[in-house]
């Protein structure tokens, strides 16, 4: 059965473009890879880092079909199993695959993946590992490379002032992708420091937080798997699409529902877009957060210095 599987991961292997692939558990165990890595530690890391992609999709939009994170050097797709919501495959390609027949030869086998799966690993496979409070905190003391030695977090994402005239001409640009682009659900933009921009007022917090960690999930990733700079992400459901787009301090995002729709324009129209925003973002002034002192010091009371969590500023 191993060959089985591991040759129709070949199959993914040989369409043009595609470099790597791993048939990945949900808690970042790979079962199989078909690729170009020259040891099994690529493997793991491939499969550690996008599992917590997959987490955050999974959470911001259930069952998913596939998940692609776009930069210059690379694309990572992420894709679901038909009815195996605890095993995904990551490919990882070079930046000009063809994506379109990507998506149409992965289908076919996709469900070849999961038939295998019920055939002959339902199981079988190690179960899905959890942690405990305390082990997860034992995992991080794990981390600490001298002992004794405090820890120091800082969260730093810079505070953006953001004026009238620019706030409206990023709503006539919203406004416009609205117009042009059918069956438009949402559109908005989720900048540092809690700005948020959308038409008609913005009432979604929890969507426009989870895009904003999803990006920031994937940026992460991306720059570990391949020191580059992640672009956009696209997260392909049942119902629509999700696109997320990096600007200037900040994420776009866009909700279409299905609706035929031709993906290559819609992507095309939202280059166009984005690099009037990014433009418009460019010049907008940013500082680090400021804490009072008397804040400081309400905040430090009774607290370690090594302990505290500090957005944006040293404790």
């Known amino acids: 059965m191993t060959s089985e599987l591991n040759e129709t991961l070949q199959d993914i292997r040989e369409i043009v473009g595609v470099e790597n692939v791993v048939l990945v558990q949900r808690d970042g165990l790979p079962v199989a890879s078909a690729g170009v890595w020259f040891s099994k530690e690529e493997v793991f890391s491939v499969a550690s880092s996008t599992c917590a992609i997959f987490g955050v999709a999974r959470f911001v939009h259930g069952n998913f079909r596939y998940l692609l994170m776009e930069s210059e050097t690379s694309k ?64 991080l003391q794990g981390f600490a490379v001298v002992e004794g030695a405090g820890r120091k977090q800082n969260v730093s994402y810079p505070i953006i ?63 570990t798997l391949r020191n580059s700079s992640l672009e956009r992400v696209l997260c392909e459901t049942e119902t629509g699409r999700h696109f997320i787009y990096s600007v200037p301090n900040g994420v776009f995002s866009l909700q279409v529902t299905h609706g ?15 690099t009037e925003a990014s433009r418009l973002l460019e010049s907008v002034s940013a500082s680090r957060a400021i804490i009072p002192d008397d804040l400081r010091e309400l905040l430090l009371m009774g607290v370690s210095g090594s302990d505290l969590l500090l957005p944006g500023g040293e404790p």
């Open 76 to 139: 990572v797709f992420l894709a679901s199993l038909p009815n195996y919501p605890n095993y995904f495959l990551t490919v990882t390609t070079a930046p000009r695959v063809n994506l379109a027949a990507l998506l149409i030869e992965m289908k076919q086998n996709l469900s070849r993946i999961a038939f295998l799966l019920r055939q002959h690993l339902e199981g079988k496979l190690p179960p899905l590992r959890s942690y405990s409070p305390d082990d997860t905190q034992k995992i």
């Open 161 to 223: 002032t953001l004026d009238r005239a620019t706030a409206l001409s990023l709503r006539n640009i919203m406004r416009q992708i609205s117009d042009t682009i059918p069956n438009t659900e949402s559109v908005f933009f989720a900048l540092n420091g809690g700005i948020r921009i959308s038409l008609g007022g913005f009432t979604d917090d929890r969507l426009a937080a989870m895009s904003f960690a999803l990006y920031d999930a994937s940026e992460r990733v991306v720059r």
């Open 260 to 274: 035929g729709q031709k993906l290559g324009l819609m992507r095309l129209l939202l280059k166009h877009y984005i």
